[in-house]
């Protein structure tokens, strides 16, 4: 009886700590709406919250494809993640003070040292960073081109061009490889002798390309090409075409945070360890 009661009496509070934790993370649950829950004040819900523990989910490791890209809640402070979108879970997280070369490598070693193997990638298109990933098939990012042709050519370009060129972009996301680039490099011959336009400066008399926006979307265009439609060539990976899957929870994850606005540093450390942590199971022998 006496084990008994001791038992309870001491993993009861443990168990609520990590209830009412877990509501505070994961639900849209507010310091004041805990306590109101619960009847108590919100110094009694806070306690709790910083007696809990940021639990991290177990999945065995494997051969799968995977997205890999950072975020930044504030300058110098973000992180960098690896997730496997097949499994809804993430493998790797890390705070990063930059985006480099070096972080995705160092998480690239962590993966396979859990026991991954990384069969394909799907990456935000940084030229440097794809190769790290050389030796296994590698995707560009569909959202993110969108939003490099953009920034060059605005949301509503004005010259006939790049109202053509915007329109083709719009079909990456359905197009065929050779759709795609039947579009593309026509639109390139239609256009060369506008895009080699030159202005030159009255007083310098150095010239510079006229059109230099749309010159720069058709050169992304050009160097992302190859890894635009790798998801199509190898259907049985099951790669993504997109970040989403991380770009969502990137999104999710920052208006959680705002929504507890005036937490402590180390906690938000914490919540967004609990939202995002993993643990692998033991890696089996090869």
Not at 12 to 36: A, C, G, M, W
Not at 73 to 93: D, M, Q, S, T
Not at 142 to 171: C, M, W
Not at 181 to 199: I, M, P, V, Y
Request: proline letters at 3%.
């Amino acid at each position: 009886m006496v084990c008994g009661k001791r038992f309870q009496s001491k993993s009861r509070p443990e168990k609520l700590e990590q209830v009412i934790f877990e509501k505070y993370v994961n639900k849209r649950s507010t310091l004041k709406d805990l306590s109101e829950e619960y009847g108590k004040s919100i110094n009694w819900v806070r306690s709790k919250i910083n007696a809990a523990k940021a639990l991290k989910k177990e999945i065995e490791p494997d051969g799968y494809a995977m997205v890999a890209d950072a975020t930044f809640f504030e300058k110098a402070y973000g992180f960098l993640i690896y997730r496997v979108p097949e499994l809804k879970k993430n493998v790797y997280f890390a705070s990063i003070n930059y985006e480099s070369i070096f972080e995705y490598q160092r998480g690239r070693a962590h993966v396979e040292k859990l026991g991954f193997k990384i069969r394909a990638i799907t990456l935000d298109g940084r030229p440097r960073v794809r190769n790290l990933f050389s030796d296994i098939p590698v995707q560009m990012c569909h959202f993110h081109q969108k939003q490099i042709i953009r920034r060059y050519l605005t949301s509503n370009p004005k010259l006939e061009a790049g109202i053509e060129l915007k329109a083709i972009v719009d079909t990456l996301t359905y197009a065929t490889e050779e759709e795609f680039s039947a579009q593309f490099f026509g639109w390139c011959n239609k256009w060369d002798s506008f895009l080699k336009e030159r202005t030159t400066d009255p007083i310098t008399k150095r010239w510079s390309y006229t059109h230099k926006r749309v010159r720069s979307a058709r050169r992304s265009l050009k160097t992302n090409l190859p890894y635009l439609f790798t998801y199509l060539k190898y259907p049985e990976l099951k790669i993504q075409k997109t970040t989403n899957s991380l770009d969502g929870s990137f999104s999710f994850l920052k208006e959680k945070t705002n929504i507890h606005r005036g937490i402590t540093k180390q906690l938000r450390d914490k919540v967004i360890e609990q939202f995002w942590g993993i643990r692998c199971k033991k890696s089996p022998k090869n």
